[in-house]
């Protein structure tokens, strides 16, 4: 059986069909918008926005994250022994665009303070969990980090920051 190539990718016209369905799937899949801290060896701290946030059960409490083994976090990643998991809401939005940009500039600004452990939590974020990484699962060039939920706190209430078609959002009206 034959699988119907998708459309083109409009920046690529070569790229694969597969790569093409995929690319195309996702940007439809709004997602939640998380950012991720921890300390890197030296102490300087850490942090990155997620989309792939998940729970992944509640008794123990887990939740996991994928990340690139390329990306600039993952070196303290790879040896940290907690994080901190970060909701954010619609009016986290500049923060998600600092954790997204370039790795010098992430922690420069009021936008967190030392937590637990030394951990960096940001601020006025709708909630936030401390937990310690049990288990780090690599996939070809990727990671699934898993996380063991210790504690954490409550923030303002907000609504969701979402990502979907390459932009920040928010929820629309229920149906």
């Not at 420069?108 to 937990?131: A, C, E, K, R």
Request: cysteine-free; overall charge negative; aromatic content about 6%.
């Amino acid at each position: 059986m034959t699988v119907p190539a998708s459309p083109p990718l409009a920046t690529d016209l070569n790229a694969p069909d597969d790569l093409a369905a995929f690319k195309h799937a996702f940007r439809r899949h709004a997602a939640g918008v998380a950012a991720i801290t921890t300390l890197a060896p030296d102490g300087s701290p850490v942090g990155f926005t997620a989309t792939s946030l998940a729970s992944l059960s509640a008794v123990p409490p887990l939740a996991t994250f994928n990340m690139a083994r390329s990306a600039s976090s993952w070196s303290a990643l790879a040896v940290a022994d907690r994080v901190v998991i970060h909701m954010l809401g619609a009016h986290n939005r500049a923060v998600a665009e600092k954790l997204a940009g370039p790795h010098a500039d992430r922690f420069v600004g009021d936008h967190w303070q030392p937590g637990p452990y030394g951990l960096p939590v940001l601020t006025g974020v709708t909630s936030w969990m401390i937990g310690r990484i049990v288990e780090r699962v690599s996939v070809h060039n990727n990671a699934v980090v898993v996380v063991q939920i210790e504690g954490g706190g409550m923030g303002p209430d907000d609504d969701a920051l979402l990502y979907h078609e390459r932009t920040y959002r928010v929820p629309g009206a229920a149906v």
